[in-house]
């Protein structure tokens, strides 16, 4: 039987009911402080602990090599001051320090040598447009 759940508890203590009677007697303290009292062996003091001869301390285990990349990432070195490890190289102004797609100059005019960056895909007239004078059928099929 064992222990009731929460819910029997409930309905016995409704019930009015005495819960140690519905415990079973595996369950109970008494019970356990007699099945464990011969095993139960208190442990001596320091001073009756044996000195081992040999060296009881633990070693570190053998390191292994991993197939593959390792698993830690790469420690960068330290950086020298006054070395500058990476230039920056603006096309549009053949300068260093920033590149074209940080340029917060304006752009230098381009001489037509050179591609445009973003060509418009059409030409805009500023003429009005033709209209012929003969008549146009316009068929829906």
């Given at each position: 039987?064992?222990i009731?759940?929460?819910?029997?508890?409930?309905?016995?203590g409704?019930?009015?009911v005495?819960?140690?009677?519905?415990?079973?007697?595996?369950?109970?303290?008494?019970?356990?402080?007699?099945?464990?009292?011969?095993?139960?062996?208190?442990?001596?003091?320091?001073?009756?602990?044996?000195?081992?001869?040999?060296?009881?301390?633990?070693?570190?285990?053998?390191?292994?090599?991993?197939?593959?990349?390792?698993?830690t990432?790469?420690?960068?070195?330290k950086?020298?001051?006054?070395?500058?490890?990476k230039?920056?190289?603006?096309?549009?102004?053949?300068?260093?320090?920033?590149?074209?797609?940080?340029?917060?100059l304006?752009?230098?005019?381009?001489?037509?040598?050179?591609?445009?960056?973003?060509?418009?895909?059409?030409?805009?007239?500023?003429?009005?447009?033709?209209?012929?004078?003969?008549?146009?059928?316009?068929?829906?099929?």
């Amino acid at each position: 039987m064992g222990i009731p759940c929460e819910h029997g508890v409930h309905v016995l203590g409704l019930a009015n009911v005495d819960l140690t009677t519905r415990v079973s007697e595996y369950c109970k303290n008494n019970t356990y402080k007699v099945v464990y009292e011969p095993i139960w062996i208190p442990i001596k003091g320091i001073k009756q602990w044996k000195i081992l001869k040999t060296d009881p301390r633990v070693r570190a285990p053998i390191p292994t090599v991993r197939a593959g990349p390792p698993r830690t990432q790469r420690k960068r070195r330290k950086k020298m001051p006054g070395l500058v490890t990476k230039l920056r190289f603006c096309s549009r102004y053949q300068k260093n320090g920033h590149n074209r797609r940080f340029c917060k100059l304006l752009p230098i005019p381009s001489d037509g040598n050179t591609r445009p960056t973003m060509a418009p895909s059409f030409t805009m007239s500023t003429e009005p447009p033709v209209i012929p004078d003969e008549d146009v059928t316009i068929s829906l099929h």
